[in-house]
């Protein structure tokens, strides 16, 4: 039973760190071709892939480009020949469901944060105030 919880809330942080993943990424456009460049793009995984179905399902991402051949880069960066490309992915964009648990997870972040410190000041308070 208390395993079960565990397991819920450990797939549960998986899921909204994938969505901080998704809020985290950039376009760039290089070379000819304006080719895109994902920069801190997530990296791909089974895993990963079922918790983006998951935020899918919830509403908090929604499908931009289907099947876009994808590879990584290399330190020359690569042609836009998509003969070249490794394999093909889905590309998501967040929707303003996504972008709300994304914040009110971060908020909750932020107030246990600040429940800590307090705590903190009142322990050293009062071990001071002991001495």
Known sequence: MVADYFN???RER???KV?????RQ?????????????????????HVEADLQTC????????????????QLDEF???????????????YRLTEGGWAA???AHTWVLFNTLIAVIALGVAMLLANAEC
């Open 14 to 16: 998986r899921i909204h």
């Open 77 to 91: 960066l690569f042609s836009p020949d998509n003969s070249h490309s490794t394999k093909f992915e889905n590309f």
């Open 56 to 71: 899918l399902m919830r509403g908090w991402v929604e499908l931009l480009h289907a099947d876009l051949p994808t590879r």
């Open 26 to 46: 950039r376009v760039a456009i290089k070379g000819p071709g304006n080719v895109w460049v994902i920069e801190l793009a997530l990296q791909r995984s089974d």
């Open 8 to 10: 819920t809330c450990k």
């Open 19 to 23: 969505l901080r993943g998704l809020a």
């Open 102 to 104: 994304h914040n009110r």
